[in-house]
């Protein structure tokens, strides 16, 4: 059996704001150990119930947080960016189920860091379905035939998963007090829930079915300002609704929508302020 890992680190214990998810920041390297060792419970838990290969995906920012010399050694990273399908790279119809950890709410939502790839983004719709990084990761995984059969971060985005996915299972290591503050398990309660979340997701992978996207899927980005809008629309096959900061592409598939989506946010973030 084979276990697809993404990871990314709004969601991880103890992280309450960007100074623990920016890597020019103080808290940034004690936010990539506390990162690396819930990969590292995951994996663990993942290999005790008979995983026999888990490849794990570095899913923040430029994507190369996690520690490599501290990780599992039977496991496999990858990381770094430009990756065509970033937050969701490597994965295909050989393996059983995927678990996203460390991860957060969609943007405008409530929920620690919540956001949708760039903080340009207010919403991502999949026809007339919002999602944010967590479904649309999960649609793309659903393309392959691959249930997402755990999510951990924060109980905002345990809430949106399950909202979602019928009997996903759901670690909320972390409570929303507000986007910048958060009630936390410590590093150690979170890893003892991890491993036995993980656990319980790989022995209820026959209940979860995969999150199938729709054929040829209309992707909608609602952008923060119309500045942005006219860079994402700089992209051949986008329009701009009427009247809206709202970006719409035809696409032939969910992989293809995801990755418009990856160009259309980021040719927004070359918007200026002034």
Not at 122 to 129: E, K, M
Not at 143 to 162: K, N, R, S
Not at 222 to 229: I, K, L, P, S, T
């Amino acid at each position: 059996m084979k276990l697809y890992l993404s990871v990314d680190m709004e969601g991880i214990t103890g992280i309450p704001d960007y100074t623990f998810v920016d890597s020019s920041k103080h808290n940034y390297e004690r936010a990539r150990r506390i990162m690396t060792q819930e990969t590292n419970h995951v994996i663990e838990a993942a290999f005790q119930n008979h995983a026999e290969e888990v490849l794990v995906n570095d899913s923040h920012s430029k994507m190369n947080n996690l520690l490599i010399d501290e990780i599992h050694p039977d496991a496999t990273l990858i990381t770094g960016s430009v990756k065509p399908l970033s937050m969701i790279q490597g994965l295909d119809e050989s393996y059983a189920g995927a678990i996203f950890l460390g991860y957060h709410a969609r943007a405008a939502q409530k929920g620690v860091l919540s956001h949708s790839m760039s903080f340009g983004v207010r919403n991502f719709y999949i026809n007339d379905v919002a999602v944010g990084e967590l479904g649309f990761n999960a649609y793309v995984a659903g393309y392959y035939g691959v249930p997402v059969l755990m999510v951990a971060g924060d109980d905002c985005a345990a809430m949106e998963a399950e909202y979602l996915i019928p009997n996903i299972v759901t670690a909320p290591v972390k409570e929303t007090i507000s986007r910048s503050a958060v009630k936390s398990l410590t590093p150690k309660k979170a890893g003892e829930l991890l491993q036995k979340r993980t656990s319980e997701a790989i022995h209820n992978r026959d209940r979860i079915e995969p999150l199938v996207p729709p054929e040829y899927p209309i992707l909608r980005i609602e952008f923060m300002n119309y500045g942005q809008a006219e860079w994402a629309n700089l992209m051949p096959g986008t329009e701009i609704e009427p009247d809206s900061t709202t970006v719409r592409f035809q696409a032939k598939n969910i992989v293809e929508a995801y990755q418009a989506m990856l160009v259309m946010t980021e040719l927004a973030m070359q918007t200026t302020s002034s």
